[in-house]
């Protein structure tokens, strides 16, 4: 189990060094992530490197029995890089320039760039490749997190290539694109520049297609990075740190680059809900790659310093955050960072070792929690979860474009079913709808708007093979180049449905936040639902709820039908949370699919892990275990255990008589 955080020493003066170290082994500390900002100080002018100062502070890590996760340190270039060579900054939509003074001023497409940072991944490697303190490299960090997007000359020079490579003749890109409409049609490649600033809209297949370019722009950088390091001899796990669902990268695509899954995570400790959001963002990094511990890579101890207003963590929300990670399939816990910045933007943001120093709440906490880590058996990644939700960056990318029926946000409504199913305490993974899905009981699929051909196959063929379906409304509507498939929509998936989706129905919407909404029946209860009021043609669907009210009062609303040895329901419509919840456990009833546990309240939370069930109290209020439980539980509340707030037990595999 990793327990550690960012460390800075460059920040410091040498002195403080050998107090970080003792304090380190006091906390129970046996990685750090070094050098992650320290370009400048490796690197004080093109050619001039500086490693006596890392030398020693890697020895005396290593001598303190400190592993290392090494920075490529390429996440920010010095301001001599950039004076020296403009053409590496990048350009936001309307052509402005993104200067240095911050971090992250790069251009991920630039070819200067690409050097500078070659040359000094390759200079760390070459030096520490077979350094006995390094045990894990940091490529970069957090790639995409400020710069979405980079539109400058260098962006479109790469995004051309990018498209020769996908199309190779420029025709097919048209016809990909739809250039027919709007006098678009490109002649030449050389034609096509990055969705810069417009007059109207811009094509929604272009837009696709340079969100894609973007996320393999970055998924190229890390890539020179890592073969970099493997070149130098570095045999160690490398990583680089995701940031939950982060919408410019598809993470799903870069999974398989990356030895393990980092991911840095920040919930809001004054949203009472944010322990379930932070769920999905665990569950989805555990999916990422399955069977490989990820590593929760960065979390605040405390507060953090760039939200509107920085809430402290309540006494035990770290650990029972901390806890919740591993229960989903974390083998390390990290923080940003390990000693509180006296200067720069982040020093109001808290750290393990707070300015206001140990004698703190937050350093108590980090000393409980390593010695906690340090006392957890060895387990494996796998986590019982019998239910995958569906979640797709291209779809996403593609679904929010503008022109839509209606706009909503489809994480949000991903995460919304998440919330609504993690509410009966029933653990799901996250996946792909090309992803093999044969071993969950129930698939839950929100607006699945894009589609490829493979992946509704693969979809299809999973109910086919006995598996249960829950597809939910502006479902298979275009394929992926966002184009309308002949002869009407849902034209891939209607055959298991059986019916076809005739229109959307859009509902009308208060800005972002949805208001309208439309009954429908559930079975004796009802069911709000909001965003679309599908209008449906069944051919062999089962109806099991229709509108209650609205302009499509009395229509079908929610269809069932058995496609080989599985079935597959349609919901034509977004229900609120409360209604996912209630359409969520009318499926789950037939399928076999139960909660961990039991009668739980609605703020703890009940995963099993290798065996190992795992209950977490997110909440300020104690939680007593009262019958009737499952056997771990009731050991515990045999024992008389009350679980405190915020507080959490592991229990070990029940003993088999
Ligand atoms: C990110 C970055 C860190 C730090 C933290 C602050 O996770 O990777 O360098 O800026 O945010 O929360």
Redesign the pocket.
């Known amino acids: 189990m990793y327990y550690g955080g960012?460390y800075n020493p460059e920040q410091w003066p040498e002195p403080v060094w050998d107090d970080d170290i003792r304090l380190m082994r006091a906390a129970g500390v046996n990685l750090v992530s070094l050098g992650?900002f320290a370009w400048a100080r490796i690197q004080r002018a093109e050619g001039e490197f500086d490693f006596g100062w890392l030398d020693r502070i890697l020895a005396k890590l290593h001598a303190g029995g400190i592993g290392v996760n090494l920075a490529t340190a390429t996440a920010s270039p010095p301001p001599w890089a950039s004076r020296a060579y403009p053409e590496i900054l990048p350009k936001d939509a309307s052509g402005a320039t993104y200067w240095h003074g911050s971090r992250q001023a790069y251009a991920p497409t630039s070819p200067v760039y690409r050097r500078l940072a070659a040359e000094l991944t390759g200079a760390v490697a070459e030096r520490y490749a077979s350094h006995p303190a390094v045990v894990m490299w940091h490529v970069n960090?957090?790639y995409g997190?400020h710069l979405h997007a980079d539109y400058s000359d260098n962006a479109a020079v790469a995004f051309r290539a990018w498209l020769r490579g996908r199309y190779d003749d420029i025709e097919a890109l048209n016809e990909a694109w739809g250039t027919a409409f709007w006098s678009q049609r490109y002649g030449d490649f050389e034609e096509v520049v990055p969705p810069r600033l417009a007059p109207y809209s811009l094509n929604p297949s272009g837009l696709l297609d340079f969100k894609r370019f973007t996320s393999d722009a970055m998924l190229e950088l890390y890539r020179m990075e890592k073969s970099i390091i493997r070149a130098a001899g570095g045999t160690q796990p490398v990583t680089t740190?995701f940031m939950g669902a982060f919408e410019p990268i598809d993470y799903r695509s870069w999974a398989a680059d990356l030895d393990l899954v980092a991911d840095?995570s920040?919930p809001d400790p004054a949203d009472p809900a944010s322990f379930r959001e932070a769920a999905f963002t665990r569950d989805l990094m555990r999916s990422l790659k399955p069977g490989i511990p990820w590593v929760l890579m960065?979390q605040?101890p405390d507060a953090?310093n760039?939200r509107a207003s920085n809430a402290p963590k309540a006494p035990g929300q770290m650990a029972a955050l901390s806890v919740q990670a591993v229960a989903r399939g974390a083998d390390g816990v990290m923080f940003?960072q390990w000693r509180q910045s006296r200067s720069g933007s982040?020093k109001f943001?808290s750290a393990m070792v707070p300015h206001a120093g140990t004698g703190t709440r937050t350093w108590k906490e980090i000393v409980e929690l390593g010695r906690d880590l340090a006392a957890f058996p060895r387990l494996s990644a796998t986590v019982d979860a019998p239910v995958a939700l569906i979640y797709d960056w291209h779809n996403r990318w593609a679904v929010e474009n503008s022109d839509h029926p209606v706009r909503f946000d489809y994480l949000e409504v991903v995460r919304q079913w998440h919330a609504a199913i993690h509410r009966q305490h029933v653990t799901v993974d996250i996946r792909h709808p090309g992803d093999d899905l044969s071993g969950y009981a129930v698939v839950v699929a929100p607006q699945l708007y894009l589609l490829t051909d493979a992946s509704a196959a693969n979809v299809a063929a999973y109910v086919a093979g006995g598996g249960t379906l829950l597809l939910s409304a502006f479902s298979d509507v275009v394929d992926e180049h966002d184009r309308f498939a002949a002869g009407g929509f849902t034209t891939r998936l209607g055959t298991t449905l059986g019916l076809r989706v005739r229109d959307f129905g859009a509902l009308p919407i208060d800005g972002t936040h949805d208001t309208a909404t439309v009954t429908v029946s559930l079975e004796g209860a009802s069911v709000k639902g909001r965003l679309f009021a599908e209008e449906l043609d069944l051919a062999d669907a089962t109806v099991i709820g229709d509108f209650r009210d609205g302009r499509l009062q009395g229509r079908p609303a929610f269809t069932s039908r058995k496609s080989g040895s599985g079935r597959a329901y349609y919901l034509a419509t977004v229900p609120d949370e409360e209604g996912m919840r209630a359409v969520t456990a009318r499926i789950f009833a037939g399928t076999g699919v139960r909660p961990a546990v039991e009668h739980l309240p609605q703020h703890v939370e009940a995963v099993v892990r290798d065996g190992h069930l795992f209950v977490v109290n997110h909440s300020e209020r104690p939680f007593t275990p009262s019958s009737p439980f499952g056997r771990r539980i009731e050991a515990a509340s045999e024992a008389g255990d009350t679980i405190a707030a915020y507080g959490w037990r592991v229990f070990g595999p029940p003993a088999t008589s």
């Open positions: 960012d992650v960090n957090e997190c740190n840095d920040y960065e605040a953090v760039w940003f982040e943001h």
